[in-house]
């Protein structure tokens, strides 16, 4: 759902009565619109699975990472998110390099435009049974979809297929097989 109309002061006061550790609904805001989101249980084993991918190439390329997962970001007057999934890398900062959002519906708010004002190098959007990526420019004015910049090394296909495979046994085999595959 979207409510248009809502204030900066607004959006912050209804985050703070719903709480700080809730686990829904979640909250975007851009520009007095506010989204509110809840997930489905699709939605959360997506989630999960490239997250664990993740976690797998991480560990296998020795990259520094911290988990941000879904904490909240803001931006006085122009933004807020609270992403599916979100990374730093070598260093902790205020907001991720790296965010991961599911979207198993269409509509909402635009979520590229968020993260554009938060300036994240990357966002991985999962639709339509594949993961899109894309690459902020350089001049900070949107986002070109490719191959990631952070992660260049990381089997997509491999991690696609993870995503699709029924068994978490098999899909996290089948990924570590491709990662030691690529060396």
């Known amino acids: 759902m979207v409510f248009g109309g ?6 912050l006061a209804f985050d703070e009565a719903l709480g700080h550790d ?7 805001y851009l520009d007095g619109d506010l989204e509110l989101m809840s997930t489905s249980e699709e939605h959360e084993r997506i989630k999960r699975r490239i997250a664990t991918c993740l976690d797998l190439y991480f560990n296998e390329q020795e990259i520094e990472d911290f988990a941000h997962g879904e904490a909240t970001m803001r931006l006085t007057e122009k933004g807020g998110a609270e992403p599916d999934e979100s990374w730093c890398f070598e260093v902790n900062k205020k907001f991720p390099d790296l965010v991961l959002e599911i979207a ?20 991985w959007i999962w639709r339509r ?11 900070g004015s949107g986002y070109d979809a490719g ?5 260049a090394n990381l089997p997509i296909m491999a991690l696609e297929a993870a995503v699709r495979e029924t068994s978490a046994v098999r899909a996290r085999r089948n990924f570590i097989a491709a990662l030691t595959a690529e060396e």
């Not at 809730?22 to 975007?28: D, I, Q, S, T």
């Not at 708010?109 to 966002?123: D, S």
């Not at 049974?129 to 001049?139: S, V």
């Not at 191959?147 to 992660?151: A, C, D, F, N, V």
């Open 6 to 11: 809502i204030g900066w002061e607004g959006y």
């Open 22 to 28: 809730r686990p829904g609904p979640r909250l975007y």
């Open 104 to 123: 198993l519906t269409s509509g909402g708010l635009p979520k590229l435009e968020i993260y554009r004002r938060f300036a994240v190098p990357e966002v």
């Open 129 to 139: 049974g594949r993961l899109e990526i894309h690459c902020l420019r350089a001049d």
């Open 147 to 151: 191959k990631s910049r952070l992660l």
